[in-house]
Structure formats: C-alpha cells, structure tokens
C-alpha cells in the first residue's frame, strides 16, 4: 500500500508493471497481496487495465500506519462523526490520552463545486490529494490558532489525510437547543473569529452553526472547527467572507435564542 500511495502522486491508477519496478518483488507474490488488499477493499483495480489505485480504506490504513509508528496513536476506536467531507473517529495516545482523528474523505463528484469556493483547490490536483491537502490546512491553522485562543481543539499531529486533535464531546450548535448562555457563546465564536484575523490573518470562509460544537461539560463552551477553507486576509473574498461569517451567526442566534446583535457591532 504504501508503494501504491507513492505512485499515486503520478497515477490515478499505478500500472501493475511499475509497482513490479518499483517494489522488486516476485510478481507472483505482487499479485496475491493486490489480491488480498482487493478483498478487503483496500485498493480497487481499473476496468479494463492491469492497474490499481488505494481506496480510502487504504489510504486510512496508510495513515494509521504513520502515526502508529510515530508514537503518535496507539489505539483507534469506533466512528463518531460523518460529514460530506470526513469522518471522525476516538482514538488513544500511547499514553492513553483520549483523541480524535479526522480523516478527509473529498470525493470526485464534488470537485466542480470544490474548485469554485476553495481556495487550495486546483484543476490538476488529484482526489486523495484534494483530502490530503485539506488535513494539511487544517492542522497548521489548529495547532496555531490554539496559542491564541481556547475555542478550537488543538491539534496534534497529521499524516497524508489525517488530523489528530482533541476530542470534543460536543452538541453541533444547530442542535443545541436550550442554550443558557447564548450571549457568551456568541461573544467567544466571535473572539475566535478575531483571533484569527488578527493573528493568523486568516478567514474562516464557512462558518455556521453545523461547524460549531458546544461542549456543555465546559461550561456551554463553543469550539469553532472545519478550518481548511480558510483565505487569507488579503485574498479578494476575505472581506465578503468574514461579512457572511459573522452575518449568518448573528442571524442564528437571533432566530435560535432572541439575542439581538449587529453586524457591525461584531
């Protein structure tokens, strides 16, 4: 899998007479582990050619196999979240530190829509490199933005399309209801924003409530997630972006709790 990984920087599908090159092993024995990893969907084989690519089983198993070998996890446990674009499992550190590990998963038939709103999108670049390329942003702005304020998860370590983060035993704001303190909850979302801005120059680009975790056991604390989309400050869109940011939040907490603010107080 792992030659299959490299090779995918030049192949969607690595013909099955350079993974013989490359890896100079008796054919025979290239075969029955294609096989064996075809089984368990691993890798999947093209149409009408001898050549392969990884699933993103495989890439998954990849990754785990980094960090694993890093010191960075030493035990994966069950899914707890799926969006369009990831899913997040709990893990454990060696030292039984209790994790998060979210895996991009940006399908094919997404891109056109992709390439119009990200900004690190491009026509050339490849699926698992789209995903690759988000878990990339996604901890250099985490394990940043973490300096300056407490309202996003730190993040810990990343390899090929996995985060490492803190875990949040969290309620999605769309889903939190019974808010007793929707003014602080505000206020700190829109410290964070700041943080950002000030700090990282940076836009978030995406915000809602379906990318803000309140974590009751801290208190009714918000943490701002799903950074990758972010711009820079100085990017033509940053100033529509952070308007519509800040607009949708003060709209939702205005419908969802009767909190009464201004765009232009925030």
Not at 50 to 69: E, W
Not at 157 to 183: C, F, N, Q, W
Request: with cysteine; aromatic share 10%.
């Amino acid at each position: 899998m792992a030659t299959l990984n490299s090779l995918s920087l030049k192949h969607e599908y690595v013909p099955l007479e350079e993974i013989e090159r490359t890896t100079r092993l008796p054919p025979s024995r290239i075969v029955k582990s294609l096989r064996e990893l075809m089984d368990v969907k691993a890798v999947a084989k093209h149409e009408t050619t001898q050549s392969f690519r990884l699933t993103y089983l495989g890439l998954d198993l990849v990754a785990l196999k980094k960090l694993s070998d890093s010191g960075v996890l030493g035990y994966l446990g069950t899914r707890v979240g799926v969006g369009k674009e990831s899913e997040i499992y709990i893990a454990k550190t060696p030292t039984e530190k209790i994790v998060a590990v979210k895996f991009y998963k940006i399908g094919r038939i997404s891109f056109q829509k992709i390439k119009r709103v990200r900004a690190y999108a491009s026509e050339e670049s490849k699926w698992f490199m789209h995903s690759r390329n988000a878990a990339s942003r996604e901890y250099d702005v985490l394990s940043k933005l973490c300096n300056y304020t407490s309202f996003v998860p730190r993040a810990y370590a990343h390899v090929e399309h996995a985060v490492v983060m803190d875990y949040v035993s969290g309620i999605e704001l769309y889903r939190y209801k019974t808010a007793l303190m929707p003014e602080s909850i505000f206020t700190s979302i829109m410290m964070t924003l700041r943080s950002a801005y000030l700090h990282l120059g940076i836009v978030h680009g995406d915000l809602s409530e379906y990318n803000i975790l309140v974590s009751v056991d801290e208190g009714e604390k918000p943490y701002v997630i799903d950074w990758p989309q972010y711009v820079y400050r100085d990017d033509p869109r940053a100033e529509e972006l952070l308007s519509r940011d800040v607009s949708y939040m003060v709209k939702f907490f205005k419908e969802s709790y009767g909190l009464d603010k201004r765009v232009s107080d925030c």
